[in-house]
């Protein structure tokens, strides 16, 4: 028994009272009988690396295992995932492990009765087994259901210990009751409605070593994953009924572990002179789903393949033949795969501008820096953002070069702060061809180190002058100040320094800073001083 059952078991001890008994003792059906082979190729047995069972589990995938958080008591190292044996007395190698990944919101706020009780195993190979279907709906009240395991068959209520556990795999059935019965059978707060199910039927039930197993509806190809064996008090003890982690509340999350990633959305391909740019985005299929792992961009005309890392979803296709068509696809990863492909199609084509930099010169507006050939003379021109896959556009305008090779600042304005791309796109012979991109780093807000300080003497006659500190945010910064007498704006007082009349003597006397940059708008304001007679 591992440090943290034990702990587990005396705390349980101490307590004396009926408490939730999930991990607590050495994870065992009551009242069952061996299970019918053909019913459950998808349950699994967890067992250490030398062969003892200590939890149960379900096929969801030919390399996922779908088990209980609780079950997370070996490293992967130290335990073997045995598939499509029911009788553990057989010989069996069993399955190694790679990973275990535990619900994101597993938690045992309540000892013994963990909430989204579940975790997810990784298979090293494949296994050629049947898998579960997960069901999409919490059960109905009254529902018979059927669980299996190699847990406990029988449980003695005088001093909560369990019976010996089970060779062979046995299978009972178990009447799903509603949840207000629950939350009154074992206390709001401890049993979870969103993601716990409870059922029983007099003298069935799971038992410990059972946890992790499958709770199911329905049968042959129509079976379906309902819960996961997690906890309860005691086993089939009247007025306790087995408690399941809801398999159907947590779709997102064991699909998004264990399936391929969805597609990117929204390519789009933004052509210049011999390369291609495409962006695409990625939106999360449901809450819980995690992102890719990274993506994948082919060219299908040169059999190009570039990988491109999960928080990067851009790429630049460079070596590419000016005025030929190429078809682009980006996929996602992740461990179980890639994404169904997104495709786009593009042309590059020589723009007669060439784009060194961008920087942001305030809020909202930024600028281009061009490179214009000599040879052009005139130019009609618009600047595109792009925030993700959203572009915006500026107007159209025209642009008369005069004649010699030189650089160009092209403002853009109407940007909103945040990181973007910038680039122009220019009017050619009835052509439209984007330049290549620069990027914009996201501004950020201006802040104040220190304080905003009046110095000098405070008394009529004399000046006094606003220090603004040091300030921190994306360049440039433009400062305003105000001052203040007794709380209100001073008109036309904007200088950095203000000379004191009779009509501020007695009077509170601050100064009020603005500082915009890029980042946005941030106000401070000084003490306030007393203006001496
Ligand atoms: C356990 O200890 C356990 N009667 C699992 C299920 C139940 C009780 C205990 C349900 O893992």
Redesign the pocket.
């Known amino acids: 028994m591992g440090p943290v059952r034990r702990l587990l078991v005396a705390l349980l001890l101490a307590l004396a009272a009926p408490l939730?008994?999930?991990?607590?003792?050495?994870?065992?059906i009551?009242g069952g009988e061996p299970a019918a082979p053909d019913q459950w190729g998808f349950a699994v047995a967890l067992t250490t690396d030398y062969g003892s069972q200590f939890?149960a589990g379900s096929l969801v995938q030919p390399q996922w295992v779908l088990t209980?958080g609780?079950c997370r008591i070996y490293a992967a190292s130290a335990m073997r995932v045995v598939v499509g044996q029911p009788d553990l007395r057989q010989p069996s190698q069993g399955s190694e492990v790679v990973r275990m990944i535990r619900h994101p919101d597993y938690r045992m706020v309540v000892p013994?009765a963990p909430r989204n009780d579940l975790m997810l195993i990784r298979l090293r190979d494949p296994v050629a087994a049947p898998l579960v279907a997960l069901a999409d709906e919490r059960p109905a009240t009254g529902q018979v259901l059927r669980v299996a395991g190699w847990?406990s068959t029988s449980?003695n209520r005088a001093d909560d210990s369990?019976g010996p556990s089970s060779p062979v795999l046995r299978d009972t059935t178990v009447r799903v009751r509603s949840t207000d019965t629950c939350v009154a059978d074992y206390g709001a707060g401890v049993f979870i409605p969103q993601d716990m199910v409870c059922a029983s039927l007099p003298r069935q039930?799971?038992?410990?070593?059972?946890?992790g197993g499958p709770l199911v509806q329905g049968r042959g190809a129509e079976v379906r994953l309902v819960g996961v064996?997690?906890?309860?008090?005691?086993?089939?003890?009247p007025g306790?009924?087995?408690?399941y982690a809801l398999v159907s509340s947590h779709r997102c999350w064991i699909n998004g572990t264990t399936l391929p990633p969805r597609a990117p959305v929204q390519l789009v391909a933004a052509p210049a002179d011999g390369t291609l740019e495409v962006e695409w985005a990625w939106t999360r299929p449901c809450d819980t789903a995690p992102e890719p792992d990274g993506y994948r961009v082919r060219v299908a005309e040169t059999g190009q393949v570039v990988d491109v890392a999960a928080t990067l979803r851009r790429a630049t296709i460079t070596g590419l033949v000016n005025g030929q068509a190429y078809t682009v696809s980006v996929t996602a990863l992740n461990g179980n795969g890639e994404s169904t492909p997104a495709t786009t199609t593009g042309v590059p084509a020589t723009a007669p501008l060439v784009v060194t930099g961008a920087a942001w010169t305030g809020l909202g507006t930024a600028e281009l820096t061009v490179d214009v050939p000599p040879q052009v003379e005139a130019l009609r021109l618009r600047s595109t953002a792009t925030r993700g896959t959203r572009a915006i556009l500026g107007p159209w305008t025209e642009l008369a070069p005069d004649g010699a090779a030189r650089r160009l600042r092209i403002p853009v304005d109407g940007l909103p702060a945040e990181a973007l791309r910038l680039r122009l796109e220019v009017e050619r012979g009835g052509l439209v061809v984007p330049t290549r991109s620069a990027a914009l780093e996201r501004p950020i807000r201006p802040a104040l180190i220190g304080k905003v300080r009046i110095t000098g003497t405070a008394a009529v006659g004399r000046r006094v002058a606003c220090e603004i500190g040091r300030w921190t945010g994306t360049r440039p910064l433009v400062v305003a100040r105000n001052w203040l007498r007794d709380g209100r704006a001073i008109r036309g007082a904007t200088g950095r320094s203000l000379g004191l009349g009779a009509q501020d003597e007695g009077a509170d006397l601050r100064c009020r800073v603005t500082v915009t940059g890029p980042g946005g708008t941030t106000r401070a304001t000084s003490a306030p001083v007393a203006v001496a007679g």
Do not use: K
């Not at 306790?240 to 408690?243: A, D």
């Open positions: 939730p008994s999930a991990a607590a003792a050495t994870p065992r009551i939890c209980a609780h013994g847990g449980y369990f039930d799971a038992c410990a070593g059972d946890s064996v997690s906890w309860g008090t005691g086993c089939a003890l306790y009924p087995g408690v």
